[in-house]
């Protein structure tokens, strides 16, 4: 099993920045894949940033050239967000899989509120 625990959400103006961190514990040797995820009220869960195993970043295009996913340790998944705009309003998920990303998550965290003001 794999414990996922979000943090560093909060309230930013647009036009800032926040860094989003996701702790794992557990048998983090089983993770392949981890992810960031965001739903916004009223709307689906998309996902906004993924790592896979052998290093490829994925992102979604409405946070390409703003957001960076990155995991220096295998523990600690970054989400990097500059350039905040009101719509990255959201509940932010990380989440992990055992294998490859497209295969999808088996684990996620509880989430942590990111709150974009105009």
């Known amino acids: 099993q794999v414990q996922l625990v979000e943090s560093g959400g909060g309230s930013v103006q647009a036009g800032g920045s926040l860094t989003l961190s996701c702790a794992a514990s557990?048998?983090?040797?089983?993770?392949?894949?981890m992810a960031w995820f965001r739903q916004a009220p009223g709307k689906e869960r998309e996902k906004v940033a993924s790592?896979?195993?052998?290093?490829?970043a994925t992102y979604a295009d409405s946070v390409k050239g703003r957001f960076t996913i990155s995991r220096d340790k295998a523990e600690i998944l970054d989400l990097q967000m500059d350039t905040l705009r009101p719509e990255d309003t959201a509940m932010y998920y990380c989440?992990?899989?055992?294998?490859?990303?497209?295969?999808?998550?088996?684990?996620w965290g509880k989430g942590t509120l990111v709150t974009v003001s105009s």
């Open positions: 989440a992990a899989g055992r294998s490859w990303c497209h295969f999808g998550m088996q684990y």
């Open positions: 557990g048998y983090i040797e089983s993770i392949h894949c």
């Open positions: 790592l896979d195993g052998d290093g490829t």
